[in-house]
């Protein structure tokens, strides 16, 4: 078994008893950092530097440089698996991501096959092999997967930030040809989170991002059937050592229950839900990961420390806490208020303990 220097993260995760509580942060590699800008610049693209282990390894590294952050994420995107289905990724100024040819029909849905990890998602499995490297067994290493519903709206609607139109008409009108789609996403995903952990993952999260959109039933039948699919399909183990996996839904509160019951270690969950009702909700089931307000690091750093200070409260005693935010750090976040909110939980958490 490979030790690493510190796996607070892996053992809480798994509801091991912890000296404190772990953090990291959503997106701590990204724009609010004046070197990835730099590092951005010199690839020329957002997709340029996704795609160039080199750089992507670099950048996921930056934030560990700058704080006592207790694990790396591999610095990808969620549109990993549509951009090498073929469907014209690209980003567009002010409007995000953009897919040249969506899918809507039969013709394009049947036509689908999932990528090969190991071929045209190469550079995700590259970039994980050099962080591996470069970690030297300091850190876990964290990889990850948009869910298939999340993935479908994009694929769908062609765009990110939609009112969901197209993908609830054909949820509604079309729902066979729907699940045709999120066979072939749940098929992929499997496949990539699987090459991932063999390529030094230690632990995989699937970012729902849109399954909030839903109603209970058909999040039932088009996300979280799909989920609990992914999660009985992943490796459990490597290395004699069990490789957690998180889920986090974003406005998946009220499926709180069903989420613990779904084959998760941990669910994730966002800044609208008090973790502490939370952790009632989910009975010892699950580890929880969040939550913290992410507009909360604008404030001042006394009202940073006050609001970890409250989301260590709320949860209490006991492990099975990873602390992050509700969501990602936006760009316009003052570094500094990074630093004091991974401080401020490295300094008040083992009280919890």
């Known amino acids: 078994m490979i030790s690493l220097e510190n796996d607070l993260l892996l053992r809480a ?11 990291w942060i959503m997106r701590q590699a990204g724009r609010y950092l004046p070197e990835y800008k730099k590092t951005r610049e010199k690839a020329g693209s957002f997709l340029n530097l996704a795609k160039n ?7 996921s590294l930056q934030p560990l440089e700058r704080f006592n952050l207790d694990a790396a994420i591999v610095f990808s995107d969620i549109l990993t698996i549509p951009d090498a289905m073929g469907l014209g990724l690209h980003f567009v100024e002010g409007e995000g991501p953009c897919f040249e040819r969506p899918l809507r029909d039969e013709k394009s849905i049947y ?8 071929k045209e998602l190469r550079y995700v499995i590259d970039t994980i092999r050099q962080l591996r490297k470069a970690l030297k067994n300091r850190l876990p290493l964290i990889g990850f ?9 994009y694929q769908i609607e062609g765009r990110g930030g939609s009112d969901f139109q197209l993908v609830k008409k054909m949820l509604y009108e079309r729902p066979k040809l729907l699940d045709v789609l999120l066979e072939v996403n749940t098929k992929s995903v499997i496949d990539y989170l699987n090459a991932q952990i063999m390529a030094g993952a230690d632990a995989v999260m699937i970012f729902d991002t849109w ?3 839903l109603s209970q039933e058909c999040y039932i039948k088009f996300s979280l059937k799909y989920i609990e699919r992914i999660l009985g399909g992943l490796i459990p183990s490597l290395d004699g050592r069990k490789v957690p996996k998180t889920v986090f839904s974003k406005g998946g509160a009220v499926w709180l229950d069903l989420l613990s019951k779904s084959g998760a270690d941990a669910i994730g969950i966002d800044w609208q839900l008090d973790i502490g009702l939370a952790r009632k909700v989910v009975n010892e089931r699950v580890a929880l990961q969040g939550n913290l307000d992410p507009s909360v690091l604008f404030g001042s750093p006394e009202l940073v420390k006050s609001e970890v200070g409250k989301v260590l409260e709320s949860y209490g005693n006991g492990s099975g806490h990873v602390f992050n935010l509700g969501h990602g750090v936006s760009q316009h976040t003052p570094p500094e208020n990074v630093e004091i909110l991974v ?5 008040k958490s083992p009280s919890f303990h």
């Open 13 to 23: 995760l798994l509801r091991e008893p912890t000296p404190r509580t772990p953090v």
């Open 53 to 59: 282990p080199d750089l992507a390894t670099e950048v």
């Open 111 to 118: 036509g689908l096959a999932p990528p090969d990890p190991s």
């Open 145 to 153: 997967s948009g869910s298939p519903f999340t993935l479908a709206c």
């Open 211 to 213: 399954g909030g959109i």
């Open 343 to 347: 401080e401020a939980v490295r300094d």
